[in-house]
């Protein structure tokens, strides 16, 4: 079984900084698409940026240029840096691994639980 522990969300001012961070468990060999979601109130929730490994990288129109995406393999852990945050910024964040392959099977799909960013004075 894979699961997803998501962290470092929290109440940050506007222009400031946060890093999020989602690490997988079990006995994973591989991870093919890691990416971060959010979901704002009254909103769908929306991909915010995605890896598929190396320097390949996708951010939706509102992060380019504010947020950074990263992943290390290793740990099978994939990172999101948030910086110059906005209000509009404020929601739930969810990490989402695609092709998580394991010892006994493949994980098509996995969720985080969601951590809270809140941008505000």
């Known amino acids: 079984q894979v699961q997803l522990v998501e962290s470092g969300g929290g109440l940050v001012q506007p222009g400031g900084s946060l890093r999020l961070s989602c690490a997988a468990s079990?006995?994973?060999?591989?991870?093919?698409?890691m990416g971060w979601y959010r979901q704002a109130p009254g909103k769908e929730r929306e991909l915010v940026a995605q890896s598929t490994g190396g320097a390949n990288a996708w951010y939706a129109d509102s992060a380019k240029g504010r947020f950074t995406i990263s992943r290390d393999n290793a740990k099978n852990t994939v990172y999101l840096q948030m910086n110059s945050l906005k209000p509009e910024d404020t929601a739930v964040y969810y990490c989402n691994f695609r092709g998580v392959l394991t010892s006994t099977d493949t994980h098509p799909e996995v969720w985080g639980q969601g951590t809270l960013v809140t941008v505000s004075t």
């Open positions: 079990g006995s994973i060999y591989s991870i093919n698409t």
